[in-house]
């Protein structure tokens, strides 16, 4: 932990006013430091509300390049990439760029349980939090979900953060420490990031073992040949709690052929049957091994993780029930943002699907997903501003393939095709930013037109 009263009256400055940006300019105020804020495009009322009411200078729609470059710290939002053009001039000039995260963490001593992976963070890290606060922790929810990190160490103070890490956040983070770090999978994501080589990116991911100890922890799933090959590589003192779909050697949680869920950390032993497990689907199996896992590190008591692993509910936007309409289910996975998300989606899937893809491609191979879609899929309805890549691709694969450019014109072609006893699931592949802000903005609008029907 670092000593406050170094960063009185230094220049911090903050790129991008988004929940981190502005968390971190709190932080930075809170320690005395000259803070700004400067964003290249326009700033939301909420933030803006946020800074007015602190005093916290800020610009927006674009940098004042003198003034950034003579900060003695900048903070970077996770979504400016490392080749922005001031980015690398400020680098290249020897100012320290953090992460909001990096940056917090220099400020607290809290226990840090983080999450990363491909796929299933956002529900296990969410699971996690739930398991912590039943069992009556002080426990702060932050990372991708939740509140800035920075921020509640500035104005909250918890025991531990549970803390829902992107490759995006791990780039720029250092010295910070994962007490017990999560890694769920690496499969092709945002390769557009990291020049379309997928060394670069499972690196970035690996950057949550940084700085562990022979005190820490690194949970994994075995069944991920990516994160396996490079365990055996992985310098750490860190001990391995690796977890698997049945019973392997190193295994500290597996199912067993019965359908019960072991779990044998060192000094504790217990178990729960898969049906006690709220959430369904194979995937949701991997992310509840996780969360018991961590939960089972941080010596909460059996029968309280299995009490939560069976009352939490799903996560917005992963595998969301919607509603039944003339016998069709419709299901809301909007967070399905690349192929393996989808991949894990249909294998949930035990009905006729139909199903909505597109949006932005971020150099997408849709090979994995093509032996679910022939076994599952009777129908794929295209929704995006250019579908052409999927419709060459799955055009003969599917016996209906729709071309639609709204989320009105998708959801009622599905009313179409859809007959009672199929699912319609929307569970795209694809980035948001072709025809929405967000995923969140793409799945609420979904369930809106559904819920209108």
């Excluded at 009411?53 to 939002?77: C, T």
């Excluded at 890490?165 to 990031?193: C, G």
């Excluded at 190193?250 to 950390?265: K, P, R, Y």
């Excluded at 006729?352 to 129908?379: H, M, Q, R, T």
Aim: proline share 4%.
């Amino acid at each position: 932990m670092k000593n406050p009263k170094d960063f009185e009256g230094k220049n911090l400055i903050v790129l991008g006013a988004g929940e981190s940006g502005v968390g971190a300019a709190v932080l930075g105020e809170a320690l005395g430091m000259n803070v700004f804020v400067s964003d290249n495009g326009p700033i939301s009322d909420k933030y803006r509300a946020q800074m007015l009411r602190r005093g916290i200078l800020f610009e927006e729609n674009g940098h004042s390049h003198k003034r950034v470059m003579a900060a003695d710290y900048i903070v970077k939002s996770p979504g400016i990439p490392p080749t922005a053009p001031l980015v690398m001039e400020a680098a290249q000039a020897g100012i320290p760029i953090l992460s909001e995260i990096e940056f917090a963490g220099w400020f607290t001593n809290a226990k840090m349980v983080c999450i990363t992976g491909s796929n299933g963070k956002t529900t296990t890290t969410m699971l996690t939090y739930h398991i912590l606060q039943k069992a009556g922790l002080n426990v702060g929810l932050a990372g991708n979900v939740g509140k800035s990190l920075a921020l509640q160490v500035a104005e909250e103070q918890h025991d531990i953060y549970v803390i829902e890490l992107s490759s995006f956040q791990l780039e720029n983070m250092y010295d910070f420490k994962a007490n017990i770090a999560v890694l769920l999978n690496i499969t092709p994501d945002h390769m557009d990031r990291y020049d379309h080589k997928m060394e670069n990116y499972t690196r970035a991911k690996f950057r949550i073992a940084r700085n562990q100890s022979a005190d820490d922890f690194f949970v994994y799933w075995l069944g991920d040949p990516i994160v396996s090959d490079q365990v055996k590589a992985l310098q750490s003192e860190a001990r391995l709690m690796p977890f698997s779909d049945t019973y392997e050697q190193d295994s500290v949680a597996w199912e067993d052929e019965n359908g019960i869920v072991h779990f044998e950390i060192p000094g504790e032993t217990w178990e729960i049957p898969r049906d006690r497990i709220s959430l369904p689907g194979r995937h949701n199996l991997y992310n509840s091994m996780a969360a018991g896992i961590s939960a089972t590190l941080l010596s909460i008591k059996s029968d309280t993780i299995r009490e939560a692993l069976g009352d939490f509910e799903a996560v917005e936007h992963r595998l969301e029930f919607v509603r039944e309409l003339d016998g069709v289910q419709w299901i809301n996975d909007s967070k399905a943002t690349n192929v393996n998300s989808t991949w894990y989606a249909l294998d949930s899937m035990r009905t006729p699907v139909v199903l909505i893809l597109g949006g932005k491609d971020k150099g997408n191979d849709y090979s994995e997903i093509l032996p679910l879609v022939k076994e599952k899929v009777k129908a794929i309805v295209c929704m995006g501003k250019n579908n052409q890549k999927l419709l060459d691709f799955f055009g003969k694969e599917v016996s209906e393939i729709r071309d639609c450019h709204t989320l009105e014109d998708a959801v009622n072609e599905c009313r179409r095709l859809a007959k009672e006893g199929d699912t319609v699931l929307l569970s795209p592949c694809c980035a948001s930013f072709d025809l929405f802000e967000s995923y969140e903005d793409r799945g609420r609008k979904f369930k809106e037109a559904v819920r209108s029907l």
